[in-house]
């Protein structure tokens, strides 16, 4: 299982919309408050590029020396259409200072020193240290795992429904005759998570754990390579 630092810093650093969210600012639309792009520094601090006339860079240059406390604000949502399309939220809140003359004409910097941070996922809910934070690696898959999930579901649905049978004695209690709806709903070097929907609308999650964790789409290739093989026999 990866731990909740690895799990924050895997959603900080993938695509899932993010926005930024201050104390005391009204800003008239969420979008001018959505980083262009956000990455980590060795220390663990975020770094936001903003459009240069946003109200959180307009805030941040006018804090001067006074700590102005920020939260981003994640949302990780399914790649592929599934009910409860929600699969987890993260918090990553400290303060705000602005790094002039890092980014191009119209977008401004801003740093985001991390005092504490927070998720929300089909884990757990668990807080996460600045320290966990600033030690963990993303995980490998994440700048992939959209695309993957998208491949399996519109490429390998037949597959993907023999992974019922490998429940065990779930498999006869929740996989009868007519066989639900398989739908891959996420992906990390541990393993896949499936959600299984019947036609009654009812759904119900399993996850398939990898033999060892892979490191890259090489290695994820053949890990799936031997679920579906298993699941076959």
């Known amino acids: 299982m990866p731990s909740a630092a690895e799990r924050t ?3 900080v650093q993938s695509t899932c919309s993010a926005v930024l969210l201050i104390p005391g600012l009204n800003a008239p639309g969420s979008d001018q408050l959505m980083p262009l792009s956000r990455s980590v520094g060795p220390d663990g601090d975020l770094f936001l590029e ?3 006339d946003s109200p959180a860079v307009r805030a941040a240059t006018h804090a001067e020396d006074d ?3 920020a939260v981003l604000e994640i949302t990780d949502v399914a790649p592929v259409s599934v009910p409860h399309r929600i ?3 993260a918090w990553v809140s400290g303060w705000l200072t602005t790094v002039p003359g890092v ?3 119209g977008r401004m910097t801003l740093r985001l020193e991390t005092g504490e941070a927070y ?3 089909m884990w757990g809910a ?3 240290e600045p320290e966990a934070f600033r030690d963990a690696a993303p995980d490998p898959l994440v700048g992939h795992e959209a695309e993957l999930l998208q491949h399996l579901h519109a490429a ?3 597959q993907l429904g023999t992974l019922c049978g490998l429940l065990g004695e779930r498999s006869a209690r929740r996989c009868p005759a007519h066989q639900p709806s398989v739908v891959p709903l996420a992906l990390d070097r541990h393993g896949l998570r499936v959600r299984f929907c019947e036609d009654r609308g009812a759904c119900f999650d399993a996850r398939f754990e990898f033999p060892e964790p892979v490191r890259d789409v090489s290695e994820l290739r053949q890990a799936m390579h031997t679920l579906f093989e298993a699941a076959a026999h």
Request: aromatic letters at 0%.
């Open 103 to 105: 980014s191009g004409p």
């Open 67 to 69: 700590e102005l406390t």
């Open 119 to 121: 998720v929300d996922d």
């Open 50 to 52: 903003l459009p240069a």
């Open 9 to 11: 810093r895997t959603l």
């Open 87 to 89: 699969r987890g939220r």
């Open 156 to 158: 390998h649905g037949e």
């Open 126 to 128: 668990e807080e996460v």
